[in-house]
């Protein structure tokens, strides 16, 4: 009966081997099964977390954008109540003068080509090739010398048809000067 026994040992220890691995290994599918369950109830939880934190961090740079327009703002409105910046601001916009200043407003005949983006500004200071002295003289001398612009006449009109001005093109001296309101022929 003693040699019965040792084989029985060792079959003994490897069922018990087999059932507590199956045990452990049983452990371990429960909690797997029990950590996937807990991801897949908590995830469209995080997912919404992780949302509202997003647009909690939007609203807040919303907000500080905000309160610095809203600080701009009450500093241009402290600004309008100075009697001097309104001044200056209607001069300006405005063109508002007191009575009895003098202004001049210089128009610009240049046409603008809007290639701004394109002009190569350079970092050293250019002379001007012109003398200013002798152009504000020149621009003098042809504005004191000059007598008002001479009236060109229409010689393109043939007789009998009238002109823009309601007379006819015709020479024999009947014709009213242009600018002539009177209705009385020219002499």
Same mark, same amino acid.
């Given at each position: 009966?003693? +040699?019965?026994? @040792?084989?029985?040992?060792? %079959?003994?220890? &490897?069922v018990?081997?087999?059932?507590?691995?199956? !045990?452990?290994?049983?452990?371990? #599918?429960?909690?797997? %099964?029990?950590?996937?369950?807990?991801?897949?109830?908590?995830?469209?939880?995080? *997912?919404i977390? &992780?949302?509202?934190q997003?647009?909690?961090?939007?609203?807040?740079?919303?907000?500080?954008?905000?309160?610095?327009?809203?600080?701009?703002?009450?500093? !241009? *409105?402290?600004?309008?109540?100075?009697?001097?910046?309104?001044?200056?601001?209607?001069?300006? *916009?405005?063109?508002?003068?007191? @009575?009895? $200043?003098?202004?001049?407003?210089?128009?610009?005949?240049?046409?603008?080509?809007? $290639?701004?983006? $394109?002009? #190569?500004?350079?970092?050293?200071?250019?002379a &001007?090739?012109?003398?200013? *002295?002798?152009?504000?003289? &020149?621009?003098?001398?042809? %504005?004191?010398?000059?007598?008002?612009?001479? #009236? #060109?006449? $229409?010689?393109?009109?043939?007789?009998?048809?009238?002109?823009?001005?309601?007379?006819?093109?015709?020479? +024999?001296?009947?014709?009213?000067?242009?600018?002539? +309101?009177?209705?009385?022929? %020219?002499?």
């Amino acid at each position: 009966m003693s +040699t019965a026994q @040792p084989p029985k040992q060792p %079959a003994r220890t &490897a069922v018990a081997s087999l059932l507590s691995s199956l !045990q452990s290994s049983g452990f371990i #599918v429960t909690i797997l %099964a029990l950590l996937v369950a807990g991801v897949v109830i908590l995830a469209p939880s995080l *997912r919404i977390l &992780a949302e509202q934190q997003q647009e909690i961090a939007q609203l807040r740079a919303e907000l500080e954008q905000t309160q610095q327009e809203v600080f701009d703002l009450e500093e !241009q *409105r402290e600004r309008w109540k100075d009697p001097s910046f309104v001044e200056t601001q209607a001069r300006e *916009r405005l063109m508002f003068v007191y @009575p009895g $200043d003098i202004t001049y407003l210089v128009i610009d005949d240049l046409e603008d080509d809007g $290639d701004d983006a $394109d002009t #190569v500004i350079s970092p050293t200071i250019v002379a &001007a090739e012109t003398d200013w *002295r002798e152009a504000l003289l &020149a621009s003098y001398l042809v %504005a004191a010398t000059t007598s008002r612009a001479p #009236v #060109v006449q $229409d010689e393109a009109v043939p007789e009998g048809i009238p002109s823009p001005e309601g007379t006819t093109g015709d020479s +024999t001296g009947d014709s009213n000067e242009p600018g002539d +309101t009177s209705g009385e022929p %020219a002499q």
